[in-house]
């Protein structure tokens, strides 16, 4: 069977978030269970490009294997997955990857609320109104029933027709939040998807039983919560221990500061599995800092490029 060239425009044709959901959550569960492996992301400055790579494999049924690359520049950001046969080393598809890749990060963001949030939680308030905060608002609405999102941006124009957008898609209401520290001492989730480099909020906000989902920190010059909106979680979740000892802004400083150990970082794949328990009391405050991981892209490539076969998509390539 031919490897084949799938452009952003076929992978929007074939990628839904219910997908997504299903794909990550079993990319953690894999991990756990000794069923794949994943690498922290590798960056390389040259010329004036960033070029980041993030690699690993699928070990079970789905024998993949595979990387994740993307450059960034004031141009703009472009990524690429490549995927390939764990057992002969063929490759099988080379993917677009900019909506796969927002949509494997919302989909992580669901999934941690699903297995730490309050199964009943109702509001959230979600900071940032780009292209990735899309796939947190939509994983959410799918995994919890939340009916009011409360959304934080600097931009009011971007903000409003975000608001109007996001409210089209989940049928929830979406409105820009006016009082941000009344929507956060409210919130049920709290949301940081941004670049920002200092806190966005003051922890001491955050009220009991709280669940916060910190994706945008993925870098030591990207902080998003403040040292008291740490130390106010009970339960600290990672994508994996190594990556966030590598990347989590948010984590780091309190690390070399000796005011978290790391032994209390907890990987959200072995909760998925079983291995460590998940939310024990209603009014604990949860935390799950999400960097991404190669498996996620890698589960999601798979399903996409099997969808993509289907409905006969997709350019042959010449290897």
């Not at 902080?223 to 590598?246: F, G, S």
């Not at 990987?267 to 498996?295: H, K, N, Y």
């Amino acid at each position: 069977m031919a490897a084949l060239y799938l452009t952003e425009a076929e992978v929007a044709a074939v990628i839904d978030m219910p997908l997504a959901l299903t794909a990550v959550e079993s990319a953690h569960a894999a991990l756990a269970r000794g069923e794949a492996v994943d690498y922290p992301r590798q960056r390389v400055r040259s010329g004036k490009i960033i070029h980041h790579l993030l690699q690993g494999g699928l070990l079970d049924a789905r024998r993949v294997t595979g990387y994740k690359t993307y450059t960034s520049s004031r141009n703009g950001t472009r990524f690429w997955l490549h995927l390939f046969d764990a057992d002969s080393g063929d490759a099988l598809a080379v993917i677009e990857a900019d909506r796969l890749g927002m949509m494997r990060t919302g989909a992580a963001g669901g999934v941690a609320a699903r297995w730490l949030a309050r199964s009943e939680s109702k509001r959230a308030v979600v900071f940032g109104a780009g292209w990735q905060a899309r796939g947190q608002v939509e994983a959410l609405a799918l995994s919890l029933p939340i009916e009011r999102f409360s959304v934080v941006a600097r931009d009011r124009a971007r903000l409003e027709a975000f608001c109007a957008e996001m409210a089209g898609l989940t049928g929830r209401e979406v409105k820009a939040a006016d009082a941000v520290e009344d929507a956060v001492r409210a919130a049920d989730i709290v949301v940081t998807i941004t670049s920002s480099p200092k806190p966005l909020f003051d922890g001491n906000w955050l009220p009991a039983g709280c669940h916060v989902n910190a994706a945008g920190s993925n870098a030591l010059i990207r902080r998003e919560l403040d040292e008291a909106a740490v130390a106010r979680a009970d339960l600290i979740a990672v994508d994996t221990r190594a990556t966030a000892l590598r990347e989590a802004g948010d984590l780091l400083p309190l690390l070399e500061k000796g005011r978290l150990a790391e032994g209390r970082l907890v990987e959200l794949g072995d909760i998925i599995a079983g291995f460590r328990p998940a939310r024990t009391d209603a009014r604990m405050v949860t935390l799950f800092e999400s960097q991404g991981l190669a498996i996620q892209d890698l589960a999601l490539g798979v399903e996409v490029l099997s969808r993509a076969r289907d409905a006969k998509l997709g350019t042959p390539l010449p290897y």
